[in-house]
């Protein structure tokens, strides 16, 4: 351990040699406070920009990384995401799952013949398993006539103990037909799905699926601000797996209606799904009549007749009918139930003054035909608020939440089970200042009691018992922000546990427990290319009894992280992670003179340095290496002496390349390949004499490579 704290400690002056024959690294922020909202990396490699990111953000209820994900991820500017999801009428985060699925729908395509081919094939390996993914998606138009493909194939082998176990999954989904109009088309589908599994020692395991079936898609706009859509599918289902075999007709009826006027929105939508099939065990020759049945419904309002105040309504119902053969020459039926409704009003000024009023309330119900009282329940509700107000440069976070819920379980056993009704009432606040253009201030303070309940219903043995819960936190902050080279913060976070069992004969088990922890981060930039980080933290846990003071504990806990970031060249990067976490534990006693004793029962060291350097001789290709040295040392208390008990050293080793090339205009080559190693050794003692394992090695390559080709 010495040798590897003087090596960590002279790799400082030579990153620092290193980094000060380079220029100055690119992708840098220009504020603390708006930090990686836009860089200069995303800006030239995509196009992107984040201009009015946490305003946006605010005004859509999102948080800001959030909106900013979905701007990478569907590679589109902010404007232009959200006025696609306001012409569509379409949540911010629902947009890319709707365009994904609007690109196989017959009615939205062109009018013009079209070809749309997209390959992907993805090939994963590692120590003991591998996987190969492939996929398709073809969407062919030619005039009326269409046809849409998607079709997903994985083979995974997975060795274990000499043994090697596969599993291959197979789906296609296929539909064409002709377009009679721009709002109405006919066609067929067939929906085929294949698992075939093989374990070692067992039986191989194969599973179908396949849906044929007629389809029938329209949409309609019967006045201004109205459209809808209707589709509707029927046709056979052929279900087989080794617990059933089902074969009969299937249904699917679903819907979309929405209206919008300049001051409200309605918006719904429902689906009705089933089968009547004729089911049997396999190798058995009794047939039963099953039906199967999903049955949806959801929709939002949204009423916003000015924009300083609005209400959002959201509602769904939900009941599934699930009906299996079993053995007895029976149907089980299982089924489960769901409806809810929440509401949120919003009153809004600006963005540092508003206030949103919350309520809900659900009912979820399960239950099993064939077993009497085999039936499951639970209702929800809630309300709370939540504001913000400012004034002064004082910005108040406020907010409040009262909920209930109920469960039952009456067959936890044969003869009854128990229900639980819990209360949880919670409040909280933060202020916030900024003190000068440097120093920002936060205070944040919350409290939160529950209240747990039970009841029985007819004889069950074991019903928990009622106990009530309280959590009170708070937590100060500050940042100091210097200048773009140099930031710092410093926080204090307290929090008190208290746990009451209300049962006299379950009160030893009462107990209070206070947390304390002290952080402390600051960032400077030493030069041009190499950025330092340091994040201290301090902890104490006691954990208090009041009845039973021998079980006192304390858990103390100091942790360093400290981060080099150097950018040596614009093609070379290093990172040197350095990590330093110390755990000692006990028990806590008042001595006679009335002090308290902290009696220390076991500690642990915990050192990691982790070296990450990356060279790209060419944009595509990038090549890596990370060394990884990791030492942990465990003591334990022996007649109150601490003593070693065990000594870990592990070195991980892994080194490979990143791909990103393309191959002409419509094709891509990505993935990465390694190689790793890793060696590792314990040593345990006995009576204080080392008793070291052989050292264990592992040398083995992994990757991913992804092959994908478009045709448009």
């Known amino acids: 351990m010495t040798l590897l704290r003087r090596a960590s400690a002279l790799l400082l002056?030579?990153?620092?040699?290193?980094?000060?024959?380079?220029?100055?690294?690119?992708?840098?922020?220009?504020s603390s406070r708006f930090a990686f909202a836009d860089t200069t990396l995303l800006r030239d490699t995509l196009g992107l920009h984040f201009d009015r990111l946490f305003e946006l953000a605010d005004s859509l209820n999102l948080l800001p990384d959030s909106l900013r994900a979905l701007s990478i991820r569907y590679r589109l500017r902010l404007p232009v995401i959200v006025s696609m999801a306001d012409s569509l009428g379409l949540p911010v985060d629902s947009l890319g799952s709707y365009i994904l699925r609007e690109r196989f729908n017959p009615l939205s395509a062109p009018g013009r013949s079209s070809t749309a081919f997209h390959y992907g094939s993805t090939y994963n390996v590692g120590q003991t398993s591998?996987?190969?993914?492939?996929?398709?998606?073809?969407?062919?138009?030619?005039?009326?006539?269409?046809?849409?493909?998607?079709?997903?194939?994985?083979?995974?082998?997975?060795?274990?103990?000499?043994?090697?176990?596969l599993l291959q999954t197979r789906s296609s989904t296929t539909e064409s037909g002709y377009k009679f109009s721009p709002r109405m088309s006919l066609g067929a589908q067939a929906d085929l799905v294949r698992n075939d599994s093989a374990d070692p020692g067992g039986a191989t395991n194969r599973q179908s699926s396949n849906h044929l079936q007629l389809s029938m898609r329209s949409q309609q706009q019967p006045g201004h601000g109205l459209n809808s859509n209707f589709n509707a599918l029927t046709g056979v289902v052929d279900d087989s797996d080794p617990n059933k075999l089902k074969r009969g007709l299937s249904g699917d009826v679903n819907g979309r209606v929405r209206y919008t006027s300049p001051w409200f929105s309605q918006d719904m939508s429902g689906q009705l799904q089933g089968n009547l099939a004729r089911s049997r065990i396999p190798n058995t020759q009794f047939q039963l009549n099953t039906s199967d049945h999903t049955r949806n419904a959801r929709g939002t309002l949204t009423v916003q007749p000015e924009p300083v105040a609005g209400l959002v309504v959201n509602y769904n119902v939900r009941d599934i009918v699930v009906e299996t053969p079993r053995d007895t020459v029976s149907i089980q039926q299982l089924r489960t139930q769901s409806d809810g409704i929440d509401a949120t009003m919003r009153l809004r000024r600006d963005s540092d003054h508003y206030l949103n009023l919350t309520g809900r309330t659900a009912h979820n119900r399960q239950l099993s035909g064939q077993i009497f009282g085999a039936e499951s329940r639970r209702h929800d509700k809630s309300a709370g608020y939540d504001a913000r107000w400012g004034l002064l440069g004082w910005t108040l976070d406020h907010d409040f939440s009262l909920s209930r819920s109920r469960s039952e379980f009456p067959l936890r056993d044969t003869t009854g089970g128990y229900g639980e009704s819990l209360y949880v009432r919670t409040i909280g606040a933060t202020t916030s200042r900024t003190f000068g253009p440097r120093?920002?201030?936060?205070?944040?303070?919350?409290?939160?009691?529950?209240s747990f309940r039970y009841f029985l219903i007819g004889f069950y043995p074991t019903v928990p018992i009622d106990h009530d819960q309280y959590v009170q936190n708070y937590r100060v902050e500050g940042s100091y922000t210097r200048s773009e080279r140099l930031n710092s913060s410093l926080a204090l976070d307290v929090t008190r546990t208290l746990l009451i069992n209300l049962s006299a004969a379950s009160s030893a088990a009462n107990n209070e427990d206070h947390t304390y922890r002290a952080e402390w981060s600051w960032t400077y930039r030493l030069l041009p290319g190499l950025?330092?980080?340091?994040?201290?933290?301090?902890?104490?846990?006691?954990?208090?009894?009041?009845?039973?003071?021998?079980?006192?504990?304390?858990?103390?806990?100091?942790?360093?992280?400290?981060?080099l970031n150097a950018v040596l060249t614009p093609?070379?990067?290093?990172d040197v992670i350095h990590n330093v976490l110390f755990q000692p534990t006990g028990t806590f006693l008042r001595q006679p003179d009335g002090f308290l004793a902290f009696g220390e029962s076991n500690q642990s060291h915990n050192y990691t340095l982790d070296v990450r350097i990356g060279y790209t001789p060419v944009p595509s290709v990038q090549l890596s290496l990370n060394p990884r040295y990791e030492a942990i040392d465990r003591d334990n208390s022996v007649d109150g002496v601490i003593a070693p008990q065990r000594k870990t050293r592990s070195l991980n080793f892994a080194g490979g390349a990143n791909l990103n090339v393309p191959l002409g205009r419509r094709g891509k080559l990505t993935g990465n390949i390694a190689r790793n190693f890793r060696a590792d050794r314990t040593t345990s003692y006995s009576a204080g004499l080392p008793q070291p394992s052989p050292a264990s090695q592992t040398d083995f390559w992994s990757g991913t490579l992804e092959l994908s080709w478009d045709l448009q």
């Not at 030579?14 to 000060?20: E, G, I, K, P």
């Not at 591998?130 to 005039?143: A, H, K, Q, V, Y």
């Not at 093609?571 to 290093?574: A, E, F, I, K, N």
């Open 13 to 30: 002056p030579l990153l620092l040699a290193l980094a000060s024959l380079t220029g100055p690294g690119h992708a840098q922020t220009t």
């Open 531 to 563: 950025t330092a980080t340091q994040r201290n933290a301090v902890s104490a846990d006691y954990l208090v009894y009041a009845n039973l003071p021998e079980n006192n504990t304390l858990a103390l806990n100091y942790s360093t992280n400290t981060q």
């Open 439 to 450: 120093l920002v201030g936060k205070a944040t303070a919350r409290v939160t009691l529950s």
């Open 130 to 165: 591998s996987e190969w993914d492939n996929n398709s998606t073809t969407s062919i138009l030619r005039g009326p006539l269409f046809v849409n493909n998607i079709t997903t194939i994985t083979l995974n082998r997975r060795q274990s103990v000499g043994q090697l176990s």
């Open 571 to 574: 093609r070379l990067t290093v």
